[in-house]
């Protein structure tokens, strides 16, 4: 079955979606890979995420810290929850073969089989399932987080304040690189529904996402500030 699926989407189809992958894999890695030429704003927040638990130390109620962290948790509670509703109504749309048909016959001209459709909507949901594993493991590191700065002692001359703010530090920058990939898989998500327009448009969505995802981190007003004050 899977081989006279790849014969139905044809070569352009395939080169499409390979496109697609290429695309997010090579982008996620230049993105978190350190860089002193040219660093991106995940980077460049790296240092600052450091600086932030050095300053915890000396600061006599670190409730401030505490209530940041919080309000990340949350922002990954809810990328989750959004991601949770968005798989079930793909799977909805994949289960229901007659009204994915109908609504395809609309996008595009031809007679293409209803399983081609299914197949086009695969990626999305598999793009929006690895962002949700993502999300949620982020939300546990940021709690994982939370723990080791309330053991950071309150005394800063203590010989272990400043090696539980490093672990501190390190957990908190994990969670952000996981919460990162998670939204990249959402942006290629939302590109990868472009498919049910032919490989055509794929292929544009594609480099128009990874466009916008590079532009962000590497060529953005943000990062001129962020890096005015690194």
Avoid at 62 to 68: E, K, T
Avoid at 78 to 105: D, H, K, P, R
Avoid at 117 to 130: E, S, Y
Avoid at 189 to 203: D, E, T
């Amino acid at each position: 079955m899977s081989i006279e699926v790849l014969m139905l989407l044809g070569p352009a189809d395939i080169v499409a979606l390979a496109l697609l992958g290429t695309t997010w894999i090579a982008l996620g890695w230049w993105i978190e890979r350190p860089s002193g030429t040219r660093p991106s704003v995940s980077d460049i927040m790296r240092a600052y995420r450091h600086d932030w638990m050095v300053q915890m130390i000396d600061r006599e109620s670190r409730i401030f810290d505490q209530a940041v962290v919080d309000a990340l948790r949350q922002g990954t509670s809810f990328f989750a929850s959004t991601c949770v509703i968005a798989i079930g109504g793909v799977l909805a749309l994949i289960g229901n073969a007659e009204s994915l048909q109908v609504a395809a016959a609309d996008l595009q001209r031809g007679n293409i089989p209803t399983v081609v459709w299914q197949v086009r909507m695969a990626p999305v949901a598999l793009f929006l399932t690895f962002a949700f594993l993502k999300f949620v493991w982020s939300n546990r590191l940021f709690g994982y987080c939370l723990i080791v700065m309330a053991a950071v002692p309150n005394d800063p001359g203590a010989a272990l304040c400043r090696t539980r703010a490093r672990q501190a530090a390190d957990l908190n920058i994990a969670a952000a690189r996981t919460l990162n990939g998670g939204l990249r898989a959402m942006y290629f998500g939302l590109a990868s529904l472009a498919w049910l327009l032919g490989p055509l448009f794929l292929v544009l969505a594609t480099l128009g996402t990874g466009w916008i995802v590079w532009s962000r981190e590497f060529a953005s007003r943000p990062r001129d500030i962020l890096m005015g004050g690194s």
